[in-house]
């Protein structure tokens, strides 16, 4: 029978209303022929809730106490849906991360998979039965794991691969993935299928779903994801190996990112090693760099930027100063007030002129870029954040994208 692994977010089985509408669909598409999978999350926005209740009694709460709170949220989600399930006659079980067999790192609160054994899942598709797993979750050594924020997406993707699913579907409140940020962009288009390089480039770039790590499994294990609205139920967009024989477009979709911030060091002297200390201090405090860029030194001092996640600038910034006093550079500033607009598209590759369009169009609306980086589909812009908005559409509207 094929099999399809269903993945409902959070906003998707949020209250018993919405469980019972989940539970209606997962049984059409029982008896349309297709055997599933589902994978939930936890309800609503009930991950954040209890992650602030861990704060409210503990300045640092244990991992392993964490994942043993986190994943109740999903856990819960799972028999609930199960109990819906039964009562328009579709026999269902619910099993933890454990019970469906990952098997994971003891990082926790953000726990990798070692290995997957779906034996019991197997054993209860088999019966006919639809097992229901809890997302983001796993054991290691005994102990409840969690796969990290947005790991259901993970959870479902990895039980298409082991189970040999014909797709795996990710429900979630958007009816897709579109070329611009709809609530920016009212003239922005649902796409019909994205490959997995611009998925990836666009999830990096500001693309809030699917999680980056679930795309880069289904591009490593060539699982077809098909994201889409658990809420009107029409099909979304299908996330899939790029089709050789169609011509590729060459941008396919504007992202932008607010989230990140900017940090500038002055007067650095440009010596082999220098920046490399620098990012290794980083690097061992676990900040996340992005863009960086260096500029042509002058009488042997240069100026260094880089841009990390908002969170992350207090202590960058700070391991950049004590790293700006060792080795002599004469100013540290930051920057909160910036955005990063991207395009993507998989034909750049092989046209050029994508970059001078890109810049004459901000240029002709009085956006000043402050930096720049490109892959082979993908080029930034470092903008002001007041701009992003205006930036965002001017590249929409420049490339055609409505
Ligand atoms: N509920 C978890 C979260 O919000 C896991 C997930 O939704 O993927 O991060
Ligand atoms: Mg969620």
């Known amino acids: 029978m094929p099999l399809v692994v269903q993945k409902f977010g959070g906003t998707s089985v949020a209250d018993p ?62 028999a609930l849906l199960c109990m819906a399930l ?34 019991r899942l197997r054993q209860a598709l088999a019966e006919g039965r639809t097992p229901v797993v809890g997302g983001a979750q796993g054991v290691s050594e005994g102990n409840v794991t969690f796969l990290g924020r947005g790991g259901s997406d993970t959870t479902a993707v990895a039980l298409a691969h082991a189970l040999d699913a014909h797709s795996c579907e990710l429900y979630t409140d958007v009816s897709g993935v579109f070329t611009a940020d709809p609530r920016l962009v009212p003239a922005a288009q649902r796409m019909q299928s994205v490959s997995f390089e611009e998925m990836l480039e666009m999830t990096a770039s500001g693309c809030p779903k699917p999680a980056m790590r679930s795309v880069e499994f289904a591009r490593t294990w060539g699982v077809r994801l098909h994201v889409r609205s658990a809420f009107t139920w029409e099909p979304g967009t299908w996330v899939q190996e790029e089709d050789p024989s169609m011509e590729q477009a060459i941008v396919s979709a504007v992202v932008h990112d607010t989230s990140e911030a900017k940090v500038t060091v002055s007067g650095v002297p440009d010596r082999p090693g220098i920046a490399a200390r620098l990012f290794r201090l980083l690097a061992d405090r676990d900040v996340n760099v992005d863009m960086i860029v260096q500029n042509v030194s002058d009488h042997g001092v240069t100026d260094i930027s880089f841009t990390l996640p908002r969170e992350h600038l207090a202590t960058g910034e700070a391991t950049t100063a004590e790293w700006a006093a060792e080795v002599g550079a004469t100013a540290v500033t930051t920057d909160a007030a910036i955005a990063r607009v991207s395009l993507v598209g998989a034909g750049m590759k092989s046209n050029p002129g994508v970059a001078a369009q890109t810049f004459e169009t901000l240029a002709d609306n009085g956006i000043n870029i402050e930096m720049i980086s490109t892959s ?10 007041g701009q992003v908005e205006q930036a965002v559409q001017a590249l929409h509207a420049a490339f055609a994208l409505g």
């Open 17 to 78: 209303e919405r469980i019972r509408e989940v539970a209606d669909h997962v049984a059409r598409t029982r008896r349309r022929g297709d055997a599933v999978v589902v994978v939930v999350s936890a309800m609503g926005k009930e991950t954040d809730e209890l992650i602030r209740l861990a704060n409210e009694v503990s300045p640092q709460p244990p991992g392993r106490e964490m994942d043993m709170l986190i994943t109740a949220g999903e856990r819960k989600a799972t």
């Open 86 to 119: 039964h009562a328009v006659g579709i026999p269902a079980d619910s099993f933890t991360g454990s019970q469906a067999g990952f098997i994971t790192d003891s990082n926790h609160t953000n726990a990798k998979i070692l290995e997957l054994r779906p034996d």
């Open 376 to 385: 082979a589909i993908r080029i930034s812009c470092i903008v002001r954040q």
